[in-house]
């Protein structure tokens, strides 16, 4: 399952979801946005 997918390539992405990983947001720090792929 992958959240929070704005700005992200799909190459990027499509791999992610190959390798079963799930994209978890994080706090956001200095005006920028951060996720965290887990297994």
Known sequence: M???TEGI???VL???ALAG???Q???SQAG???VV???
């Open 37 to 39: 792929a887990t297994a």
């Open 21 to 23: 990983l799930t994209l």
């Open 9 to 11: 390539p799909p190459e």
């Open 25 to 27: 947001p994080t706090p």
């Open 32 to 34: 920028h946005q951060h």
């Open 14 to 16: 499509r791999e992610l």
């Open 2 to 4: 992958l959240r929070e």
